[in-house]
């Protein structure tokens, strides 16, 4: 797809460049906002608010809600303040809210000036409320209906507010804004009676969640329950607004993008790669590559404290690499599984016994293997092929153990740690790969003197 918005792009830039205006409107309005927003991503600044104002309003400003937050600064710098009034007019609370979270000050003051009051006032009151949480998350475009409507009243309230709402399939059932239930259009539709009250046919066991609710925990409540839409109500139960299932989609890829760069050993970035400059790039960077590299002297610290054994058996230094690293692998994978079923709630804190005996007995199987081929290895290559007189059956017995307990203490350190992280209220993702690596090689270090010094005497 990167290649064809590409052609776009310098397909639509020589067209500006010849003035053919009519042409580019033609092909415009038959694409989704979604790929345009695509195609001016790669045009040169010049020619995007150009391209820009041959859209028609609701597809310009489903284009402008696709858009990175760079390129939406751009546009609205070249806006008149009637085209961004236009704009404004045509979006969603929630798409409004979004993109005010984006800008800077400067810009954020103009987007309120232009919004009409109402805009205004419900953007103000959603930037209440905490980032992350339901409220914050919410829209206030729902479509709401008394229990006392006959069901041809309530067809006919959705044809008249419907327009603006951001979903009307769902329909909320309100009393002085208290959510007593919800009904659907399907519901209105095949009622047998269109005298038939409201209250009568709604659905009154309403799953809700309340404004502080985490937006991750509504994206994987909407995921779990296939809703459309989450009402959200205050602490009275006063509906207060609706969390759409495509607010719920880019909250799981906020969510997964995030965890992603922290089990990749960076703090989380709202840019895109190519929109990072190598500063940007550095200053997510360099913390976690500071800690490791300060938490990686421990392990020198112990193989400076056994200088004296690997004097005696230097062929145990040729080994070190291996195990460290197949120690590293094996927390990596259980901290992993882990942390991926910690974000799924398939898991939680209680249930740690059971994931340790499972990791256990899964060490055990994965240990056993690897020892047996290890011990293969050192016996046929390291002894015979490069004929390494220090390689001896005793010492080969010495790393495959080392191997296996490092395993079994490696799996069960990757298990606990992202569940104990959960339990104490961090990120479980902090707990992945670059931290479990560090601090499995100096427990396999440690093992694996402490067999060696038991078994060889040095």
Same mark, same amino acid.
């Given at each position: 797809?990167?290649?064809?918005?590409?052609?776009?792009?310098?397909?639509?830039?020589?067209?500006?460049?010849?003035?053919?205006?009519?042409?580019?409107?033609?092909?415009?309005?038959?694409?989704?906002?979604?790929?345009?927003?695509?195609?001016?991503?790669?045009?040169?600044?010049?020619?995007?608010?150009?391209?820009?104002?041959?859209?028609?309003?609701?597809?310009?400003?489903?284009?402008?809600?696709?858009?990175?937050?760079?390129?939406?600064?751009?546009?609205? *710098?070249?806006?008149?303040?009637?085209? +961004?009034?236009? =704009?404004? #007019?045509? !979006?969603?609370?929630? @798409?409004?809210?979004?993109? /005010?979270?984006?800008?800077?000050?400067?810009?954020?003051?103009?987007?309120?000036?232009?919004?009409?009051?109402?805009?205004?006032?419900?953007?103000?009151?959603?930037?209440?409320?905490?980032?992350?949480?339901?409220?914050?998350?919410?829209?206030?475009?729902?479509?709401?209906?008394?229990?006392?409507?006959?069901?041809?009243?309530?067809?006919?309230?959705?044809?008249?507010?419907?327009?603006?709402?951001?979903?009307?399939?769902?329909?909320?059932?309100? *009393?002085?804004?208290?959510?007593?239930? +919800?009904?659907? =259009?399907? #519901?209105? !539709?095949?009622?047998? @009676?269109?005298?038939?009250? /409201?209250?009568?046919?709604?659905?009154?066991?309403?799953?809700?969640?309340?404004?502080?609710?985490?937006?991750?925990?509504?994206?994987?409540?909407?995921?779990?329950?296939?809703?459309?839409?989450?009402?959200?109500?205050?602490?009275?139960?006063?509906?207060?607004?609706?969390?759409?299932?495509?607010?719920?989609?880019?909250?799981?890829?906020?969510?997964?993008?995030?965890?992603?760069?922290?089990?990749?050993?960076?703090?989380?970035?709202?840019?895109?790669?190519?929109?990072?400059?190598?500063?940007?790039?550095?200053?997510?960077?360099?913390?976690?590559?500071?800690?490791?590299?300060?938490?990686?002297?421990?392990?020198?610290?112990?193989?400076?404290?056994?200088?004296?054994?690997?004097?005696?058996?230097?062929?145990?230094?040729?080994?070190?690499?291996?195990?460290?690293?197949?120690?590293?692998?094996?927390?990596?994978?259980?901290?992993?599984?882990?942390?991926?079923?910690?974000?799924?709630?398939?898991?939680?804190?209680?249930?740690?016994?059971?994931?340790?005996?499972?990791?256990?007995?899964?060490?055990?199987?994965?240990?056993?293997?690897?020892?047996?081929?290890?011990?293969?290895?050192?016996?046929?290559?390291?002894?015979?092929?490069?004929?390494?007189?220090?390689?001896?059956?005793?010492?080969?017995?010495?790393?495959?153990?080392?191997?296996?307990?490092?395993?079994?203490?490696?799996?069960?350190?990757?298990?606990?740690?992202?569940?104990?992280?959960?339990?104490?209220?961090?990120?479980?993702?902090?707990?992945?790969?670059?931290?479990?690596?560090?601090?499995?090689?100096?427990?396999?270090?440690?093992?694996?003197?402490?067999?060696?010094?038991?078994?060889?005497?040095?």
């Amino acid at each position: 797809m990167s290649d064809t918005t590409f052609s776009l792009a310098a397909t639509f830039e020589e067209l500006l460049a010849a003035k053919k205006y009519n042409t580019i409107r033609d092909v415009l309005v038959t694409m989704n906002p979604s790929d345009v927003a695509a195609v001016m991503d790669d045009m040169e600044e010049k020619g995007m608010p150009l391209l820009f104002r041959l859209l028609p309003k609701e597809q310009a400003a489903e284009t402008f809600v696709e858009m990175d937050p760079e390129l939406q600064e751009l546009l609205i *710098k070249s806006f008149s303040d009637t085209e +961004l009034k236009e =704009v404004l #007019d045509e !979006l969603y609370v929630d @798409d409004a809210v979004d993109i /005010v979270e984006e800008m800077p000050a400067n810009v954020v003051k103009r987007i309120l000036q232009a919004a009409d009051p109402q805009m205004r006032r419900e953007i103000n009151e959603i930037l209440r409320y905490p980032e992350n949480s339901a409220g914050s998350l919410m829209t206030t475009e729902y479509v709401s209906l008394r229990p006392d409507m006959t069901v041809a009243d309530a067809i006919t309230r959705i044809r008249r507010t419907g327009v603006d709402k951001e979903t009307i399939y769902t329909c909320y059932v309100t *009393k002085d804004r208290l959510l007593l239930g +919800l009904v659907t =259009v399907k #519901d209105l !539709l095949l009622a047998p @009676d269109d005298d038939m009250l /409201v209250s009568d046919i709604m659905e009154t066991n309403v799953i809700s969640v309340d404004t502080m609710t985490d937006q991750e925990e509504v994206a994987n409540m909407l995921s779990k329950y296939n809703f459309l839409a989450l009402p959200v109500v205050d602490t009275g139960g006063r509906l207060v607004g609706i969390i759409t299932f495509d607010d719920a989609m880019d909250v799981l890829q906020e969510e997964a993008t995030e965890d992603i760069e922290i089990m990749g050993g960076m703090t989380p970035s709202d840019k895109t790669y190519l929109r990072s400059t190598p500063w940007d790039l550095f200053k997510h960077r360099i913390p976690w590559l500071l800690l490791l590299m300060v938490s990686a002297t421990f392990t020198g610290m112990i193989i400076s404290g056994f200088e004296d054994a690997l004097a005696a058996q230097v062929v145990l230094t040729a080994f070190i690499p291996m195990l460290m690293d197949t120690g590293g692998n094996s927390g990596s994978q259980s901290s992993v599984t882990i942390i991926r079923a910690l974000s799924l709630d398939e898991l939680e804190f209680h249930d740690l016994p059971k994931v340790i005996w499972n990791e256990i007995r899964t060490a055990v199987l994965a240990g056993a293997v690897l020892a047996a081929a290890c011990f293969v290895k050192i016996m046929l290559v390291d002894k015979l092929l490069m004929g390494n007189e220090g390689v001896t059956p005793l010492v080969a017995l010495v790393v495959c153990l080392t191997l296996a307990v490092t395993v079994l203490v490696a799996k069960v350190i990757g298990c606990t740690l992202p569940m104990f992280a959960k339990r104490l209220g961090f990120d479980p993702a902090v707990m992945a790969s670059p931290f479990i690596t560090t601090a499995v090689d100096a427990v396999s270090l440690l093992v694996y003197f402490g067999i060696a010094t038991a078994l060889l005497h040095i």
